[in-house]
Structures are given as structure tokens and as C-alpha cells.
């Protein structure tokens, strides 16, 4: 048996920039964490030569093809694997929710699978192949830094290049600014999901008339890095944070809704600096910046949210467990 624990993540700017329509013509650019909310995965021997896989409904098919759920499939297809086996997967938060969830399991899975093949892989390799599966073989219209974050964990600041290359940087900051801006996050759940393609798909049409909003995007998260990096007064991140969800709205008018924005302005009349829609929009997980002084104010003005503790993570996709007869 073997169980990964890959990370869920959090964009704080320069989403879109990622997708091949702006990243193949421009350097595309993000800045975005790991947090300590994870997938799971479970693989293990199965006798016999049948596949049981267990998310969200269960399959018990007699070969990889059979598989009804895509990433799992295509994951076993592209490492060959032909022995039954048992898959379970196990998350802390729901799926579409903004939380790059899709991503982390691809991630997590392909983990699991290339151990249980007596492999050790790297951070980047597990994130080139997961992009492979998801965006080349499975055509989903999404981009590169949810598999790169779920693979490598960290605060980091991510480049996309023409020539396909992805650079992968870490964050350097102080302890101290680390520290502080964990204290200053604070994320809540709409009660909504949604599937990211449908609002990606309207997203990447015309992506010549949305190209100066996602290069403002990239700028600003140049900007953030360098706030951090310096270790400036952090109000000027979450300034930004604001700056970055206004410009984000301009992309597609799907990305936020009436219920969506009521929440935000809630958010900031209770004096949060600035926040955003994690995700592709549409709905999921609130993200809001705000000083420690104001976030009881902010609480009881997002009474009827689901607040959700968390902290950015600093390590990536890792196995948690494998049975001692394997290694």
C-alpha cells in the first residue's frame, strides 16, 4: 500500500497567464502558495487483475480503459500499469471549488503510481506529466501552475516561457513576513462549485481582447513578489490582492455573480484590504486580506460562511506511507 499527500493551493495573482493562448506568445507569470489542506491517494495491490476505484462514486472495471474517470485512467495508461490495483482517494476540501483540487489528485496519483513502480520521481517531472495528462491528452482548457504548486508546495513565484519551459521560484522572504502573512489570510467557502473548464473555456476565446488585463495580472505579481521579498509593509499586498480581483473580473463576466460580490463587498466594508474568488470563478472559496485587529470585525460580517482555518505549506506532493515490503 501506498498513500500520497499532495496540497491544495492558493493564487493570489496572474491567473490565466498560465494558459498555452497568452503563455506561447508572452512570459506568463503567478504567485501563489501551497496550504495545508490535501488530497490523498491510496494505491494498493488488488488480487487478481480487476481495478477498483473509489472517489466520489466507486468502479470496479476489469481494465484501465474500462475506467470512467479520466485522470485515472489516462494515469494508469501513461505508466503502463496493468496489475489490478485499489485506488481511493480522500480530500479536505470539495472538489471545483477553486482549490486546484483536479490538479493535486493528478499530481498525488501519479505519485503513487510511479513508487509503486519502484520510482523515485521529482517535484518536476510529477508536475510536466500531470500538465501532459490533463491539458494535452485530456484537451481540459486549464493551465500549468495548479500541477506545478501541487508538486512542488511552497510560497512560490512561477514564469511560464513561449518555449514551454516553467520556471519554478521560491518566494524568499523573512520569517517574520511569512508569519504575518499567514496571520493576515483568512478563506471562506461560498457553499457553491463549480467545474473551472466551463468558465476557462469562455476565458481562452478572443484571448487577444482579455492580453492586457493578464499581462496587468503578471505585473502585479511581479509586484507582490518583491513586496514580500523585501519585506514592505504588507497592506501593499493586500492592496494588490484587490487590484488583481478587479482586473480578473474584467476577463469574463462569468467570473463572479451578484452573491459572489455581495460577499466580497461584505468583506471589505468590514475593513478586509483586499481579497479575491479563488479559482476560475463562479464560485468556491472566498480568500480575504486582512490586519488581525479587524478579523473579528470581518468574521461576524461573513456570519453565514464556512470559515476555513488554514496555512500555507511549504512542502509539495510527498508519500506519507508505503509498506515495508516495497522499498
Request: hydrophobic share 40%.
Given at each position: 500500500m501506498i498513500i500520497?499527500?499532495?496540497?491544495?493551493?492558493?493564487?493570489?495573482?496572474?491567473?490565466?497567464s498560465d494558459l498555452e493562448v497568452f503563455h506561447s506568445q508572452e512570459p506568463g507569470a503567478v504567485i501563489s502558495t501551497a496550504i495545508d489542506k490535501y488530497m490523498y491517494l491510496t494505491v494498493?495491490?488488488?488480487?487478481?487483475?480487476?481495478f477498483r476505484v473509489s472517489y466520489s462514486q466507486t468502479e470496479l472495471v476489469d481494465?484501465?480503459?474500462?475506467?470512467?474517470?479520466?485522470?485515472?485512467?489516462?494515469c494508469l495508461k501513461s505508466l503502463d500499469i496493468r496489475k489490478g490495483l485499489e485506488i481511493v482517494s480522500v480530500a479536505d476540501l470539495p472538489g471545483q471549488s477553486g482549490m486546484g483540487s483536479s490538479?493535486?489528485?493528478?499530481?498525488?496519483?501519479?505519485?503513487?503510481?510511479?513508487?509503486?513502480?519502484?520510482?523515485?520521481?521529482?517535484?518536476?517531472?510529477?508536475?510536466?506529466?500531470?500538465?501532459?495528462?490533463?491539458?494535452?491528452?485530456?484537451?481540459?482548457p486549464i493551465g500549468k501552475q495548479d500541477q506545478?504548486?501541487?508538486?512542488?508546495?511552497?510560497?512560490?513565484?512561477?514564469?511560464?516561457?513561449?518555449?514551454?519551459?516553467?520556471?519554478?521560484?521560491?518566494?524568499?522572504?523573512?520569517?517574520?513576513?511569512?508569519?504575518?502573512?499567514?496571520?493576515?489570510?483568512?478563506?471562506?467557502?461560498?457553499?457553491?462549485?463549480?467545474?473551472?473548464?466551463?468558465?476557462?473555456?469562455?476565458?481562452?476565446?478572443n484571448c487577444e481582447s482579455r492580453r492586457p488585463a493578464l499581462r496587468q495580472l503578471c505585473g502585479i505579481a511581479h509586484q507582490m513578489r518583491s513586496i514580500l521579498s523585501e519585506g514592505r509593509d504588507l497592506n501593499a499586498f493586500g492592496r494588490l490582492l484587490h487590484d488583481a480581483w478587479e482586473t480578473k473580473?474584467?476577463?469574463?463576466?462569468?467570473?463572479?455573480?451578484?452573491?459572489?460580490?455581495?460577499?466580497?463587498?461584505?468583506?471589505?466594508?468590514?475593513?478586509?484590504?483586499?481579497?479575491?474568488?479563488?479559482?476560475?470563478?463562479?464560485?468556491?472559496?472566498?480568500?480575504?486580506?486582512?490586519?488581525?485587529?479587524?478579523?473579528?470585525q470581518l468574521r461576524?460580517?461573513?456570519?453565514d460562511l464556512v470559515e476555513v482555518p488554514f496555512r500555507m505549506e511549504p512542502e509539495g506532493s510527498k508519500v506519507i506511507f508505503v509498506d515495508g515490503d516495497r522499498w
Open positions: 500520497t499527500r499532495t496540497p491544495f493551493r492558493i493564487s493570489f495573482a496572474g491567473g490565466g494498493k495491490e488488488r488480487f487478481g487483475d480487476s481494465t484501465p480503459d474500462e475506467i470512467q474517470h479520466p485522470i485515472v485512467r489516462e490538479s493535486s489528485f493528478t499530481v498525488g496519483l501519479l505519485h503513487a503510481l510511479h513508487i509503486l513502480n519502484g520510482h523515485v520521481v521529482t517535484a518536476k517531472r510529477l508536475a510536466e506529466q500531470a500538465c501532459n495528462i490533463e491539458i494535452n491528452i485530456l484537451k481540459e506545478y504548486i501541487a508538486g512542488f508546495g511552497g510560497l512560490k513565484f512561477i514564469q511560464f516561457h513561449p518555449d514551454g519551459t516553467v520556471f519554478v521560484d521560491p518566494v524568499v522572504c523573512r520569517r517574520g513576513t511569512w508569519e504575518e502573512l499567514n496571520r493576515r489570510l483568512l478563506l471562506f467557502f461560498t457553499g457553491k462549485t463549480r467545474r473551472a473548464s466551463s468558465v476557462l473555456k469562455k476565458q481562452k476565446s473580473k474584467t476577463l469574463e463576466s462569468s467570473i463572479s455573480n451578484g452573491d459572489i460580490d455581495s460577499v466580497y463587498n461584505r468583506g471589505i466594508d468590514a475593513g478586509a484590504l483586499g481579497g479575491k474568488l479563488l479559482g476560475a470563478g463562479d464560485g468556491g472559496f472566498v480568500l480575504f486580506f486582512c490586519e488581525p485587529h479587524l478579523q473579528s461576524e460580517a461573513l456570519f
